[in-house]
T-cell receptor, first 112, second 113 residues
């Protein structure tokens, strides 16, 4: 069965600090992986995705993620946090036929 | 392009009632999927419609049903509402059934009292 685990329901960083949000997956087939961001009372916005090819994927708003097959991980990073990055972040695994399996989410808190 | 639009944005219903939520997909998209996002949880797949038929279904009871219209728009119906059905309901659209890219609407916040 396919699954996604996000380590840490809440992550707190200071403005300007490194952001690291962790995601591990389980899949019986080569995975397609996604990170989405959700601002309060909003839908989901795609940050970045990995399908095939380069394992370091760059997304919007300065975020990037690295696919590591040996570690079954797809962690999201950003070198310097901004206040506007405060939101909930979801890692997702493509489950076939345009459907996604999501992790439980990580709330990113950014303090001045 | 208006993207994926959902209506209404918020809804309050009483336990036992029935509710209908609506979704208009992104222009040109023919596949609509529905997700339930309970408070503090990630979205969970409910079902998917393509060519006006339910094609995939997640682990949800038959109280959850849907429909897709010829213009690709879709409805999600929930009967005999329970308090536990309170959630954000998200609609996602894609082009074709086998597409890794899905676009999400803003969601409908359903509160059951």
């Amino acid at each position: 069965a396919q699954s996604v685990t996000q380590l840490g329901s809440h992550v707190s960083v200071s403005e300007g600090a490194l952001v690291l949000l962790r995601c591990n997956y389980s899949s019986s087939v080569p995975p397609y992986l996604f990170w989405y961001v959700q601002y309060p009372n909003q839908g989901l916005q795609l940050l970045l995705k990995y399908t095939t090819g380069a394992t370091l994927v760059k997304g919007i708003n300065g975020f990037e993620a690295e696919f590591k097959k040996s570690e079954t991980s797809f962690h999201l990073t950003k070198p310097s946090a901004h206040m506007s990055d405060a939101a909930e972040y979801f890692c997702a695994l493509y489950s076939g036929y345009s459907t996604l399996t999501f992790g439980k989410g990580t709330m990113l808190l950014v303090s001045p | 392009d208006a993207g994926v639009t959902q209506s209404p944005t918020h809804l309050i219903k009483t336990r036992g009632q029935q509710v209908t939520l609506r979704c208009s997909p992104k222009s040109g998209h023919d596949t609509v999927s529905w997700y339930q996002q309970a408070l503090g949880q990630g979205p969970q797949f409910i079902f998917q419609y393509y060519e006006e038929e339910e094609r995939q279904r997640g682990n949800f009871p038959d109280r959850f049903s849907g429909h897709q219209f010829p213009n690709y728009s879709s409805e999600l119906n929930v009967n005999a509402l329970l308090l536990g059905d309170s959630a954000l309901y998200l609609c996602a659209s894609s082009l074709g059934r086998v597409n890794t890219e899905a676009f999400f609407g803003q969601g409908t916040r359903l509160t059951v009292v």
